[in-house]
T-cell receptor
């Protein structure tokens, strides 16, 4: 158990809908990262938040957005869902956010999103 | 752009048959190379971080090594419970703490 929690475990929804995925980082970690893992693309970095502020952005679609709250939990919002958005979404956390030796990323168990 | 290539894509071993997984990388400046283990439907589990060429780290039957262009994950006398996908990721000097992952090597160890 990494100490990172994600809810829900599974989510089934229809095209065009909007969903929210939630992540709680390990105690003491200030950074939260979101990744998408699909069968044909491997783990893709989406976005990073550090202590409530956006720190880095990867291949995140405009239909997707995220935020980190004062209690450091984070939410990933996915809207206008398409079939191709079906994937595993992982959250990871680390102590810092600048890439130092303490910035090992620990992953949560993931949310499996199925868009029908 | 950072590139991480892992080989082979899949590897099937008999219990006790040692082997190595490869991770080749292209970055402008390496700030760390990471190995993770991932079981089906689960989140990646951190194994090792390597920072400089020549560095080695060990954990049970696993040993990770690093050169200027690649990293190897050596598995000695594997057991069926070592079956998993092994992921390699790099952190580049100017990219903060984000990671770029390879596609992984799916390892199966038969009893």
């Amino acid at each position: 158990d990494s100490g990172v929690t994600q809810t829900p475990k599974h989510l089934i929804t229809a095209t065009g809908q909007r969903v929210t995925l939630r992540c709680s980082p390990r105690s003491g970690d200030l950074s939260v990262y979101w990744y998408q893992q699909s069968l044909d693309q491997g783990l893709q970095f989406l976005i990073q938040y550090y202590n409530g502020e956006e720190r880095a952005k990867g291949n995140i679609l405009e239909r997707f957005s995220a935020q980190q709250f004062p209690d450091l939990h984070s939410e990933l919002n996915l809207s206008s869902l398409e079939l191709g958005d079906s994937a595993l979404y992982f959250c990871a956390s680390s102590v810092g956010g600048a890439g130092g030796p303490e910035d090992t990323q620990y992953f949560g168990p993931g949310t499996r999103l199925t868009v029908l | 752009e950072d590139q991480v290539t892992q080989s082979p894509e899949a590897l099937r071993l008999q219990e006790g048959e040692s082997s190595s997984l490869n991770c080749s990388y292209t970055v402008s400046g390496l700030r760390g190379l990471f190995w993770y283990r991932q079981d089906p439907g689960k989140g990646p589990e951190f194994l090792f971080t390597l920072y400089s060429a020549g560095e080695e780290k060990e954990k049970e039957r696993l040993k990770a090594t690093l050169t200027k262009k690649e990293s190897f994950l050596h598995i000695t006398a594997p057991k069926p419970e070592d079956s998993a996908t092994y992921l390699c990721a790099v952190r580049e000097e100017t990219s903060g703490s984000r990671l770029t992952f390879g596609e992984g090597t799916q390892l199966t160890v038969n009893p």
